[in-house]
């Protein structure tokens, strides 16, 4: 168990609909990572966040946003949502931005159907 | 801009047979390398950084810079190993990590 907390585990929703996935990080973490892994696109980074502020942002999609709460706690909302978006969606957190291990969570599967 | 190649999609070995998986990198700063393994699809799990010079479940992986490798070497593999290996660069001022697509090693009986 990595510390890090993802929920939901699964969810199946419908093209153009709106999802929100949550993210706890290890205790003590300050920076939470959002990664999309998909069968043809591989382990993509979408977005950091530190502190509740914004530190780099990837490959994240106009549709998609995300934000870090004052609890540390992160959520993903990805919205017009397509059968491309289909993927699994990792959490992962570190203790500081920059110059060390980052740990992820079990990930949440994603399936637009 | 920062990249990670692992030129092999597909690997198997023999149980007991050496492995070694191939990663290279591109990036113009100082490096921080990391190995992660994921098994069926579950969480990714650190394996190896390159600053610790460690070995876990008999991995060892060293830091080339001159060929900007950073290569994944176990001298005797097990059945326990087949999994995706997946090599990742930190870099930028965010240290986000950059991953290479990964290597599906198979060990066979």
């Known amino acids: 168990d990595s510390g890090v907390t993802q929920t939901p585990k699964h969810l199946i929703t419908a093209t153009g609909q709106r999802v929100t996935l949550r993210c706890s990080p290890r205790?003590?973490?300050?920076?939470v990572y959002w990664y999309q892994q998909s069968l043809d696109q591989g382990l993509q980074f979408l977005i950091q966040?530190?502190?509740?502020?914004?530190?780099a942002k990837g490959n994240i999609l106009e549709r998609f946003s995300a934000q870090q709460f004052p609890d540390l706690h992160s959520e993903l909302n990805l919205s017009s949502l397509e059968l491309g978006d289909s993927a699994l969606y990792f959490c992962?957190?570190?203790?500081?931005?920059?110059?060390?291990?980052?740990?992820f969570g079990e990930g949440s599967w994603l399936t637009v159907v | 801009a920062q990249r990670v190649t692992q030129p092999e999609k597909l690997l198997s070995v023999f149980k007991g047979a050496p492995v070694e998986l191939k990663c290279n990198y591109s990036?113009?700063?100082?490096?921080?390398l990391f190995w992660y393994v994921q098994y069926s699809r579950q969480r990714l799990q650190l394996l190896l950084r390159?600053?610790s010079r460690e070995s876990i479940k008999g991995f060892t992986a060293d830091l080339n810079k001159g060929e900007t490798s950073f290569h994944l070497k176990k001298p005797f593999a097990q059945e326990e190993d087949s999994a995706m290996y997946y090599c990742?660069?930190?870099?930028?001022?965010?240290?986000?990590?950059?991953f290479g697509s990964g290597t599906q090693l198979t060990v066979l009986p």
């Open positions: 205790s003590g973490d300050l920076s």
């Open positions: 992962a957190s570190s203790v500081r931005t920059g110059g060390n291990t980052i740990y």
């Open positions: 990742a660069l930190g870099a930028g001022s965010a240290r986000q990590l950059t």
């Open positions: 990036y113009s700063g100082s490096p921080e």
């Open positions: 390159h600053i």
């Open positions: 966040y530190y502190n509740g502020e914004e530190r």
